[in-house]
């Protein structure tokens, strides 16, 4: 799951990479870490033109239409083995946010650009009813996409976030505790230390393997730093449990805990995800027994088949 310690005035990039040592062992303790560990690695700066887009898109494959966002501070790329997998199957376009993975950053706030984006995208190229699938920040953009929109989303996959990154510690803290939490993350993120050693230290809490560390880190090094600390902020301070009634798409949850097993056991984290995501009405939650965030990359094969097992009765032409 998307959770760190706590670490009220300690430095957010020692704290998360001290994590099991300065966490509680009980769920209490727990609360969005990967956010500060996202935006730890972002060093650079870029200026932000009106004319950038919300998101960049490249488009693959053939059939029904599949849109996959990719997170904070993520191209497209991590998809890939998503996309070589579907892409007999859907016509798959892959979403870079603005400011992330080398997209241009864009002035003001990120979100409701995307929002207004996405809708306008599906529109002009008579995209009907797609599913779609977001990870991280991606996640919580599809999750407000299909609650604004539910006749235009045909399936959700939300792949390691949840409706409310600001009350995963506490559930019934109040709006203006989680605006609190989201500043103090936005400033954090930009005034955070960006050595190699750290960066690679953090970049180890979200995948496995070198080759993948080393993934993770090429895309944050090509992300803009303020235009992170600003999304993370956003992030932070969206709580779309309220709207979940509203969406009619079955979903797909998908999560990551192994990462945690120091501070959370696996039914704390399962019992967060399964509160944050009860105002569903038709929603199939999955833990990853292997991965850490990046799930696409640590268990490749559990996702997919996850996945296939979904959408396989939701295809057109399938029987029910």
């Not at 990120?110 to 207004?116: E, K, N, Q, Y």
Request: with cysteine; aromatic share 6%.
């Amino acid at each position: 799951m998307w959770i760190a310690a706590i670490i009220g005035g300690k430095n957010i990039g020692i704290a998360c990479y001290t994590f099991g040592m300065v966490a509680q062992a009980n769920m209490e303790a727990v609360v969005i870490c990967r956010l500060a560990a996202l935006a730890l690695f972002l060093p650079y700066l870029a200026v932000a033109g009106p004319e950038s887009a919300a998101f960049v898109a490249n488009v693959s494959g053939q059939g029904p239409p599949m849109i996959l966002i990719a997170g904070l501070g993520a191209s497209g790329a991590v998809w890939d083995g998503t996309v070589k997998h579907f892409a007999g199957r859907y016509e798959c376009h892959v979403l870079t946010l603005a400011g992330s993975g080398g997209a241009p950053p864009i002035k003001g706030a990120l979100l409701p650009r995307v929002d207004a984006a996405l809708a306008a995208y599906l529109g002009e190229r008579h995209l009907e009813r797609p599913v779609l699938v977001g990870h991280n920040l991606g996640g919580t953009i599809a999750l407000g996409f299909a609650e604004r929109h539910p006749g235009m989303v045909g399936a959700l996959v939300i792949i390691d976030t949840l409706p409310a990154l600001g009350a995963a510690e506490d559930n019934d803290i109040p709006a203006a505790g989680i605006e609190r939490q989201a500043a103090r993350s936005r400033d954090e993120a930009l005034n955070a230390p960006h050595d190699p050693k750290t960066r690679r230290e953090v970049a180890a809490t979200l995948a496995t393997r070198p080759v993948d560390i080393d993934r993770v880190l090429a895309m944050d090094k090509a992300s803009d730093r303020r235009a992170i600390a600003e999304a993370t902020y956003e992030m932070m301070k969206a709580d779309l449990r309220p709207g979940l009634p509203a969406i009619v798409a079955p979903t797909l949850v998908l999560g990551s805990w192994v990462a945690y097993r120091d501070v959370a056991s696996r039914r704390d984290v399962e019992d967060t995800f399964r509160l944050q995501f009860s105002g569903l009405r038709d929603v199939t939650l999955a833990l990853s027994e292997s991965a850490r965030h990046y799930i696409m990359y640590d268990d490749p094969g559990w996702m997919l088949g996850q996945m296939d097992r979904f959408l396989k009765p939701r295809q057109p032409g399938a029987r029910q």
